[in-house]
């Protein structure tokens, strides 16, 4: 459970982290489940449903940078989304009900792990109303130099910001420039031990550096909704839906809430992960090192 003024924390930045939520068994069965995962992805050419890999992947040394939806791939991952003490913090959090929205795995390796550009998951999925978070799992200790996740503090409570691109696609990227008003310099660090969780506001802006260390990366992610938020891109599977609860009760009142929208419409062309979407930006922000190992694979 979150202390009252972690709560108030909460509501005030956007963000707030739980120290050692996992217990080190379930962490040891999350990393050994991951890193089997990762073994499939010996032979593959190209992204699939399930992969998406780095640029500098190949068939023979494989390099995964984000499992997609293992929620859905994965049974393990369906079972973990409930897991007890991470749904009483949700339940603090967003209300009574909470359903799950998606779910990721990013993996930051060391010295090439991709960074992740600025933005707000709102602009991916907007809802009736914004009771909605992203979980951050962490698999492996995070800290400045292996590409921690990095939030601007009270940007929830701001504008929602163009993620699209020179041409009005959906990219799923801002550029910070042409945010007035935004001071990603304010950026605070989530710093913490492997077994941690970090809870943002799906309004909060973050991003994340390349992993520049000598030190893996490991973030799962789970994407929570109050019971009551309702997705404005819409409903495909009903009852796929309502079996995504974690705690209480769903309903088929949504509860509506102005708060700042923009679709993310036109889709991205070439839809992908929001690795690929993001490589239509306007202006990458994080910069991109390349190892030396590189120039000799
Ligand atoms: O892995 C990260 O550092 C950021 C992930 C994220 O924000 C996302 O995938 O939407």
Redesign the pocket.
Known sequence: MLSAEAVESYREKGYVVALDVLDGAMLSRIRQTVAEICDGARGLSTHNDVYDLEPTHRPDAPRVR?IKVPHQNFPFFRELAGYPPMVEILKQLLGPGVRLHGS?I?L?APGYGSP?EW?Q?WA?YPHTNDDLL?V?VMLEDMDLDN???LVVPGTHKGPTWDHHDADGYFCGAMDPAACPGLDIGRAEPILAKAGSMSFHHVRAV???AQNFSTKP?T?L?YEFAAADAYPLNGVGDFAEFQSRMVAGDATIEPRLVPTPIRMPLPPARGQG??YENQTATRRRYFELRQEPELATR
């Open positions: 984000r990721k990013n930051k992740v933005h998951d991916f992203a951050g590409g921690a996740l973050h991003g994340s990366r973030l992610l992960s929001i």
